[in-house]
Every structure is written in structure tokens, then in C-alpha cells.
């Protein structure tokens, strides 16, 4: 399966930005959406992000909404979450996914990074 490499993470204050980036670096690429989701310590993995690979359409999760923003380069095989107005709730591990879209549906992720840290203090 595909393989995914993130890097950017790292701690900030709060107010500030990051930068994380995913790039799938072995194919097969048979997927056509990547996404962030992150985990915090004692919570449930969420979908922070994510992106339509063929089109760049994006969804958000409320808790992000305008303060985050996914991208992809041209070859569609590398994309960003730069993270703006940072909070501490954001701290979390950051994990870049792929998977399919079929129809409607937005199917589970089938490959994962290894994750990147991001702490944000108060």
C-alpha cells in the first residue's frame, strides 16, 4: 500500500501557526483523498481535514474551520495542513491518511503516517 511521510510538527505558543506536510512516497497511489486527523491524549481519534484529490474540494472540521487550511501540490501526492491561531485544545498527534471515496461515501482511511507531534502552550 501506499506509503505516507509526514514532517512539520513541533511545539508553538498559542496564537501561532504550523505547517504539516504528507508526502505519499510509494505506490501503488490508488487513493483519491488524503486527510489529516489528529488524537489527543484520552480522546478519540477525529478528522481534523481532508482533501478530494481529483477536484481539491476540501471539508473541514468545525473545530478548525478558518483557521486551517489543506492543500495538495499538482502531482497530487503531497499535501499541507498549514494551521493558523493555534490553541492549546489543538495539541494532539497529527496523522496524514489516504483512502477512497467511492460515490458518495467517504471510505476509511486504508494507509496512515506514522504521525507528528503538534503542542501548542497556553
Known amino acids: 500500500q501506499v506509503q505516507l511521510v509526514e514532517s512539520g510538527g513541533g511545539s508553538v505558543q498559542a496564537g501561532g501557526s504550523l505547517s504539516l506536510s504528507c508526502a505519499a512516497s510509494?505506490?501503488?497511489?490508488?487513493?483519491?483523498?488524503m486527510a489529516w486527523f489528529r488524537q489527543a491524549p484520552g480522546k478519540e481519534r477525529e478528522m481534523v481535514a481532508r482533501?478530494?484529490?481529483?477536484?481539491?474540494?476540501?471539508y473541514y472540521d468545525d473545530s478548525v474551520k478558518g483557521r486551517c487550511t489543506i492543500s495538495q501540490d499538482n502531482a497530487k501526492r503531497t499535501v499541507w495542513l498549514r494551521m493558523n491561531a493555534l490553541k492549546p485544545e489543538d495539541t494532539a498527534m497529527y496523522y496524514c491518511?489516504?483512502?477512497?471515496?467511492?460515490?458518495?461515501?467517504?471510505?476509511?482511511?486504508?494507509?496512515w503516517g506514522q504521525g507528528t507531534q503538534v503542542t501548542v502552550s497556553s
Open positions: 482533501i478530494y484529490t481529483p477536484d481539491s474540494t476540501t
Open positions: 510509494r505506490p501503488p497511489y490508488n487513493f483519491n483523498y
Open positions: 491518511a489516504a483512502g477512497i471515496v467511492s460515490g458518495s461515501d467517504w471510505l476509511e482511511p486504508f494507509s
